[in-house]
């Protein structure tokens, strides 16, 4: 792996100022050099789903499959959201799927990849990617998936075991969120106040992978991902 950097650039200067859409922001992060995992990934692998999503689901980074298909969650920990999704009541055409961090961190054990947990200068670094997600989506719901993307959105003092399951207001608790309340709404740089949704944390579904009863891990994941589908107007 490459030496670790103490103050990365950021991504923020990888970011178009002009970029209207997310097809826009995914094409532009291909290039980001914000923090040093961009050296051994293969590629960013950025968000995906629909703009108009009523749901968004961030995660913490992209694992060794999503790293090889420049997709998130379509490794083990993606095929066991989905069925959590469904098992919730979610409907998948609803969902945005991104990552706090669009680099795959890892260490070489041989010829296998081993996922290792970003620090707090990737996940700073790679912020403004989701502050630019943001202001191009409009989510009635935001659903926290793990650690690493409570700090991302909540702050390095949120904690998931606390607060899982209970529905905030966003983006009244976010971490800075003024970041996170004026969206634009024209090409021309127009900008509003973005509409009151909510947000709800709960672990990562690699989480409920690595538990030791994964049953009991499974069903809380669910229970949760049934508060946010049932949260969801009309």
Request: some cysteine; overall charge neutral; charged content about 25%.
């Amino acid at each position: 792996m490459a030496e670790k950097t103490d103050s990365p650039p950021g991504a923020q200067r990888f970011i178009p100022p002009d970029a209207d859409t997310i097809d826009e922001l995914r094409a532009a992060s291909s290039g980001c050099q914000g923090c040093e995992l961009y050296r051994d990934a293969t590629q960013t692998v950025f968000g995906r789903g629909d703009e108009s999503a009523r749901v968004v689901l961030v995660g913490e980074q992209p694992g060794d499959m999503e790293d090889q298909k420049g997709l998130p969650f379509v490794g083990p920990a993606g095929r066991l959201l989905r069925r959590a999704v469904d098992d919730a009541g979610l409907d998948p055409r609803l969902l945005y799927l991104s990552n706090a961090v669009k680099h795959f961190r890892f260490e070489l054990r041989g010829k296998r990849r081993i996922h290792q947990t970003p620090d707090q200068v990737h996940i700073t670094a790679c912020r403004p990617w989701l502050v630019a997600e943001f202001a191009r989506l409009r989510p009635e719901i935001v659903v926290v998936l793990g650690a690493t993307a409570a700090k991302a959105l909540l702050g390095p003092s949120f904690r998931v075991t606390k607060q899982r399951g209970e529905l905030l207001p966003w983006p009244a608790s976010a971490h800075r969120p003024e970041d996170f309340t004026q969206v634009p709404v024209d090409s021309a740089g127009k900008l509003a106040d973005a509409p009151p949704a909510r947000l709800l944390a709960t672990i990562h579904p690699s989480a409920v992978l690595r538990a030791d009863d994964q049953d009991k891990a499974y069903e809380g994941l669910v229970a949760d991902l049934t508060v946010a589908a049932r949260a969801l107007p009309g």
